[in-house]
């Protein structure tokens, strides 16, 4: 059981690059969140998913974009990366009921914006 | 809005040594609550939850966790630090759906 898979692990771009950072889950869960993390500021939140087709904005979703098209994967697209947008980003995903706080997080994908 | 503290950055303690973070929140409601541990270069693994009941939980590697809604407080202890447990820790409140907040993180380092 893979839990959540997150690629790349290292990225680097220059400015005005796109790129898409994937996740994927296989167990079945209907959420799934993405979250980028800064020195002293913890995790905080960009965009999420409480299902298929169904999407909504974090606290931090300017520069980023999102679709579910299946309930397994969850990619997040940078449309023109900024400087600003290094960091280290985790997708997280959850499933239903009491549980659907119980959060499980991907090892992490590390950017570097140029 | 909902909003978590860590007061305290870093933490160093001697192995053997008891342990507690602390971390204060925010919420209109009462909250479900939760502690996350990071090793170096690694994603975030749940220590212990708290949604509702007994206000003492319990979780992996030997930690614990008091709620305490007078305080707006759910710190963490430990009574025996290990090295293995030096990491960044990280709390973190909830209601609705997968809506997380986390605190900024407390960096605990282990003195042998």
């Known amino acids: 059981n893979a839990g959540v898979t997150q690629t790349p692990k290292f990225q680097v771009l220059k400015t005005g690059q796109s790129m898409t950072l994937q996740c994927a889950q296989d167990m079945n869960h209907e959420y799934m969140s993405w979250y980028r993390q800064d020195p002293g500021m913890g995790l905080r939140l960009i965009h999420y998913?409480?299902?298929?087709?169904?999407?909504d904005q974090g606290e931090v979703p300017n520069g980023y974009n999102v679709s579910r098209s299946t309930t397994e994967d969850f990619p997040l697209r940078l449309l023109s990366a900024a400087p600003s947008q290094t960091s280290v980003y985790f997708c997280a995903s959850s499933g239903q009921g009491l549980v659907k706080n119980i959060q499980y997080f991907g090892a992490g994908t590390r950017l570097s914006v140029l | 809005a909902q909003s978590v503290t860590q007061p305290d950055i870093h933490i160093t303690v001697s192995e053997g040594a008891s342990l507690e973070l602390r971390c204060n929140y925010s919420y209109g409601a009462t909250p479900y609550l939760f502690w996350y541990v990071q090793s170096p270069g690694q994603g975030l693994q749940l220590l212990l939850k708290y949604f509702s009941g007994d206000t003492l939980v319990q979780g992996i590697k030997g930690f614990e966790a008091e709620f305490k809604r007078s305080q707006s407080s759910f710190n963490l202890r430990k009574p025996s630090v290990h090295w293995s447990d030096a990491a960044e820790y990280f709390c973190a409140v909830g209601r609705a759906g997968n809506m997380l907040t986390f605190g900024g993180g407390t960096r605990l380092m282990v003195k042998p």
């Open positions: 998913s409480v299902g298929a087709g169904i999407t």
